[in-house]
């Protein structure tokens, strides 16, 4: 099985586009959430791709459609720096996102990247069981996709899925990544979400999206496959550029 057999792959036209449907299915899955269970339990993605799309939501009219208070952020993953570090997944997502929207502090649970991995690991899974419960359900994951198929901060070169149970996990980067220590959520609480989003612009992944959606399913080469929800839906977004080798494009 692959990740598209079990998943939509939405092709848009550019990374603006892209970005808006990012948008509007954050404020579908808020609104659905806040409707049905008062609250909207949210992990960001990292990296470059969806700034761009937390800005939008940030600004007319998307600020409008979402009861912010009742907005839950945590994230998927975080590089082992200081909050106030510029490679910090926090930092971005709090000067693109947070901070425009005056989220209250206690509605943000950022992964530690200041404190020793292992110590930030045991004290994310305290976070997620205490807010989620014993089995962390997220009401949507965002998600990327870096040039070597890994989404997270799970990394080619080991099986993603250690058969654990364990919630979140320390990893390492390859040299080429920004900052090589890395906490991530495990495909154990990804998979668990109700929604998942996984955001891919630009032509030069367009080979591993084709890997991961048309390829034999090896996820150890290409972590992103490991993403299947077990009760939920994953949707692909790809720009014209990434989906141009998809055999359905
Ligand atoms: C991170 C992300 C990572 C990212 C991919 C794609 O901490 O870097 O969580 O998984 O989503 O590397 O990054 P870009 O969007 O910058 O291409």
């Given at each position: 099985?692959?990740?598209?057999?079990?998943?939509?792959?939405?092709?848009?036209?550019?990374?603006?586009?892209?970005?808006?449907t990012?948008?509007?299915?954050?404020?579908?899955?808020?609104?659905?959430?806040?409707?049905?269970?008062?609250?909207?339990?949210?992990?960001?993605?990292?990296?470059?791709?969806?700034?761009a799309?937390?800005?939008?939501?940030?600004?007319p009219?998307?600020?409008?459609?979402?009861?912010?208070?009742?907005v839950?952020?945590?994230?998927?993953?975080?590089?082992?720096?200081?909050?106030?570090?510029?490679?910090?997944?926090?930092?971005?997502?709090?000067?693109?996102?947070?901070?425009p929207?005056?989220?209250?502090?206690?509605?943000?649970?950022?992964?530690?990247?200041?404190?020793?991995?292992?110590?930030?690991?045991?004290?994310?899974?305290?976070?997620?069981t205490?807010?989620?419960?014993?089995?962390?359900?997220?009401?949507?994951?965002?998600?990327?996709?870096?040039?070597?198929?890994h989404?997270?901060?799970?990394?080619?070169?080991?099986?993603?899925?250690?058969?654990?149970?364990?919630?979140?996990?320390?990893?390492?980067?390859?040299?080429?990544?920004a900052?090589?220590?890395?906490?991530?959520?495990?495909?154990?609480?990804?998979?668990?979400?109700?929604?998942?989003?996984?955001?891919?612009?630009?032509?030069?992944?367009?080979?591993?999206?084709?890997?991961?959606?048309?390829?034999?399913?090896?996820?150890?080469?290409?972590?992103?496959?490991i993403?299947?929800?077990?009760?939920?839906?994953?949707?692909?977004?790809?720009?014209?550029?990434?989906?141009?080798?998809?055999?359905?494009?």
């Open positions: 099985m692959t990740a598209a057999k079990s998943a939509d792959v939405v092709a848009l036209d550019d990374p603006r586009d892209l970005s808006r990012l948008a509007e299915s954050f404020c579908i899955s808020a609104n659905n959430a806040i409707t049905a269970r008062g609250t909207f339990n949210v992990a960001l993605a990292g990296g470059s791709t969806p700034k799309g937390y800005a939008l939501l940030a600004s009219p998307y600020r409008s459609l979402i009861q912010w208070p009742r839950h952020f945590f994230f998927g993953d975080e590089r082992c720096v200081p909050p106030d570090h510029p490679d910090s997944n926090y930092r971005s997502a709090r000067e693109t996102l947070l901070a929207l005056e989220i209250a502090d206690a509605n943000v649970f950022a992964m530690r990247g200041e404190i020793d991995p292992s110590t930030a690991v045991a004290a994310y899974e305290q976070i997620l205490r807010e989620l419960g014993p089995l962390p359900i997220l009401d949507l994951i965002l998600l990327g996709m870096g040039a070597d198929g989404t997270a901060s799970l990394f080619p070169g080991a099986p993603p899925d250690d058969g654990a149970q364990t919630l979140v996990r320390a990893t390492v980067a390859p040299p080429d990544l900052v090589r220590n890395r906490l991530t959520l495990t495909p154990y609480t990804i998979n668990a979400a109700r929604k998942i989003i996984i955001a891919v612009t630009g032509a030069a992944k367009a080979k591993i999206l084709a890997q991961a959606i048309d390829g034999p399913y090896d996820p150890t080469s290409c972590p992103v496959q993403v299947a929800p077990t009760n939920g839906r994953c949707t692909w977004l790809a720009d014209r550029e990434a989906a141009a080798l998809l055999r359905n494009s």
